[in-house]
């Protein structure tokens, strides 16, 4: 806009109301000015119009050049408050009360004066009126002419003041025009700008991945501001494979442009001072509804015409279109993770769940969770209450495996003490704690998590890489999911395991009861050569029970029990076989050794019950060599030979003949 001010233009925006009616644009399209003739003012725009006075009168003297009472030496211009706007300088008090009678007569007035210099001189002076409005008078015209010069017609005079308002009226109408082409190009050029940000914004939605909508920023902005250097600044925990996006470091930055739009969550720029060469810097941040995810860092080359030629309104736009795609996108993204994660989950618990060996569970877990994480060892130890120690029960790393560690030393002595998960980005450079697995592995990262029962850490899992920062922070959580589904199947592999042990034992006696002895010895004979049934019997046990009591009898039948299991060795089966007798297998031993064992339990019990009691036994065997191989034949012989050494005094031990033959 020119010399006319804000307060001007808005007042004369106004203006186009008062047109006769007359189209801007004709039937073919061309501009048509004949409104412009209708155009005119009201009192209310007569404070706003100085400057269009002295425009008016400068192209008036300017196309009156040749008349000689025509100069700034002779005439003046006034407003409608008797302001003297522009031309020559007299008598400004004079003048007021001239310009009220011209006014009010609304025809000119003439005087005459004496003026400065001493001279005499006639003061004309014509009111200038509005082209419609009731004959209003918006201005004055002024004449000072000496009085020796021939004085010009008063018709001269009006003509000149017609003059002086219709130059006055092509200022006014130069401004109007000047307006409309503005506010046409302003809306031509906010009608671009929406439909460019529509592309944009349907494009943008139009990806369903964080990288998409961020390549589609790129794209936009470089295609419609080629000068501009733009980078986006990310804080999320997050690797983009476009180079334009880097990490927001806030603690490397200070307070930088990037710092104030992202902290603030506003555009901030950075003007150059006036410098040459300096340039001009914006941050604007990339903001969805649930917070700031990055600040796009705009520079602009120094020697750019002017930062408002970038239209940085529209760059704002496109980045809180961006932001709200990029929320969405985020948010699918995280959602379609999550779906990926519970369907891992939830198929990594069925496969647990099938199996109820301990051996298998770990094993299967240590090669899942390698692959889930895409680690390069993983460890699993359980810790030894007894022994105080964490012992290796799966791992990858083979020279681990059967390794006994302290339970308060390393990452798992840690997670012992804290119950808590932890994540380690580099291990050489955080090294407060020292861990043999990772020395062993020469891992920097790693993640570990406790395996729970009943609210205690009882062992630990240990996902480690080569790598420095290796795991994300989402890499951490599912293992922290996982952790208790892995837990809860070793656990119930456990409490399996234990159901299964009670249900094979004597519960007086701690041995195992007679059918698991079948099992057992029923696998032997499917693949050793060999094995021998030693049967121990109490004598006289009925009169113990009959003499001290079926209490000291049990108790009895405890110590008999003890002496048989710390007589044997750790392969050897012992089991209750039915009331006070005793059942002992030995694999891959024949008769002469069991009778060595059996001699042993013979002479503890008579030297070592209180009160005391012997034991008689009877000794069998099986060789791969017999006809006929089977329990129930190894059994009957063994009860024959301990048949048979009853009736001859008990207190001893008999060999079945075919094993002795």
Not at 393 to 421: C, K, M, Q, W
Not at 471 to 496: E, R
Request: aromatic share 10%; net charge negative; hydrophobic share 40%.
């Amino acid at each position: 806009m020119s010399d006319f001010s804000t307060t001007d233009q808005q007042t004369l925006d106004g203006k186009t109301a008062q047109a006769s009616g007359a189209p801007l644009f004709d039937d073919k399209g061309y501009t048509s000015f004949a409104w412009l003739q209708n155009m005119d003012m009201t009192p209310f725009d007569f404070p706003y119009i100085n400057q269009l006075l002295v425009q008016g009168y400068r192209n008036w003297l300017q196309q009156s050049n040749g008349i000689s009472w025509v100069n700034e030496e002779h005439t003046a211009v006034f407003n409608f408050t008797g302001v003297r706007v522009a031309g020559r300088e007299e008598d400004d008090d004079e003048d007021l009360e001239l310009i009220e009678r011209c006014c009010l007569s609304r025809e000119m007035e003439i005087s005459q004066r004496k003026l400065r210099d001493g001279s005499l001189a006639f003061v004309y002076m014509v009111p200038v009126f509005c082209r419609n409005y009731k004959g209003e008078a918006f201005a004055a015209l002024r004449f000072t002419l000496p009085a020796q010069h021939s004085v010009p017609e008063q018709d001269a005079l009006l003509a000149a003041a017609l003059h002086f308002r219709s130059c006055f009226y092509t200022r006014f109408e130069y401004i109007f025009m000047e307006d409309i082409l503005g506010m046409k190009n302003r809306s031509d050029r906010e009608g671009r700008r929406r439909s460019i940000l529509f592309q944009i914004v349907k494009r943008m939605h139009d990806k369903i991945d964080v990288e998409g909508v961020l390549d589609e920023v790129f794209g936009s902005i470089a295609y419609l501001f080629p000068h501009v250097d733009i980078t986006l600044y990310m804080s999320q925990d997050r690797h983009s494979r476009n180079p334009q996006v880097k990490p927001l470091l806030l603690h490397e930055r200070d307070e930088d442009v990037c710092v104030r739009a992202f902290m603030k969550g506003q555009m901030a720029v950075n003007e150059p001072v006036g410098t040459e060469g300096e340039m001009t810097e914006i941050g604007i941040p990339l903001r969805g509804k649930q917070g700031v995810y990055g600040v796009f860092h705009m520079i602009l080359p120094s020697g750019a015409e002017s930062m408002k030629k970038v239209d940085v309104e529209l760059i704002a736009m496109m980045a809180d279109t961006a932001g709200t795609a990029f929320e969405n996108a985020k948010l699918l993204e995280q959602s379609n993770v999550l779906i990926h994660e519970l369907r891992l989950i939830n198929e990594l618990v069925q496969r647990l769940n099938q199996s109820l060996k301990l051996n298998e569970i770990f094993e299967f877990a240590v090669q899942e969770l390698l692959k889930m994480f895409l680690a390069d060892f993983c460890c699993i130890v359980q810790l030894d209450q007894e022994e105080n120690c964490f012992k290796v029960t799966s791992s990858n790393v083979e020279s681990s495996r059967l390794h006994s560690y302290s339970d308060e030393d390393g990452f798992a002595g840690l997670i012992r003490r804290t119950g808590e998960p932890l994540i380690v980005s580099d291990y050489r450079k955080e090294g407060k704690i020292s861990s043999d697995f990772m020395d062993m592995t020469d891992s920097l990262s790693l993640m570990a998590v406790p395996m729970k029962t009943s609210g205690t850490p009882r062992g630990a899992i240990l996902l480690s890489s080569k790598l420095p920062h290796f795991f994300s922070y989402d890499n951490y959580k599912m293992l922290q999911m996982l952790a208790p589904h892995i837990g809860l199947a070793v656990t119930n592999a456990m409490l399996h395991a234990e159901v299964r042990r009670l249900a094979n034992m004597d519960m007086l006696t701690g041995l195992y009861v007679r059918h698991y002895v079948d099992k057992v010895i029923q696998r032997h004979q499917e693949k050793d050569f060999c094995g021998s049934l030693i049967l121990v019997d109490i004598d006289q046990f009925k009169q113990v029970n009959d003499t001290y009591g079926h209490q000291t009898g049990d108790q009895i039948l405890k110590s008999v029990s003890d002496i048989v299991r710390s007589a044997t060795r750790s392969e050897d089966v012992c089991a209750r076989w039915g009331g006070e007798e005793l059942a002992i297998y030995l694999p891959q031993l024949g008769v002469q050794q069991a009778l060595e064992y059996a001699e042993k339990i013979r002479y503890c019990v008579e030297h070592e019950t209180q009160p005391q009691v012997t034991v008689s036994c009877g000794i069998a065997e099986w060789n791969w060599l017999d006809e006929q191989i089977s329990i129930e034949s190894l059994f009957y012989r063994a009860d024959m030979a301990l048949y048979e050494a009853k009736n001859e005094g008990r207190n001893r031990i008999v060999i079945d003949h075919v094993s002795n033959s």
